[in-house]
């Protein structure tokens, strides 16, 4: 389990995700005018794609994230069946 001070690190991924989404829609407007950033040798649709891969692993860490929560949130407050039934 993930301990509790050890909050996830998602929002590197979303900062990564917008960062390569940015670069994407940049290099497809100066596509536009014949241009293109010269570090960059893929097609933007590619940038796209590894955007969004980066936002659907960002989802899945804070969904992960959440539902690990609110198991430690439950847990301590539930009592066992067997101590009500002695």
Known sequence: MIARNSMYNAPVFLGSAFVVMGLAVLEKFLNLFGKHI?????????????????????????????????????????PSVRSDLN
């Open 38 to 78: 010269p570090l960059i040798d893929v097609f933007p649709r590619t940038l796209i794609d590894w955007a969004v891969a980066l936002l659907m692993f960002e989802i899945a860490l804070s969904i992960r994230q959440i539902i690990e929560l609110r198991l430690d949130e439950r847990r301590p407050s539930q």
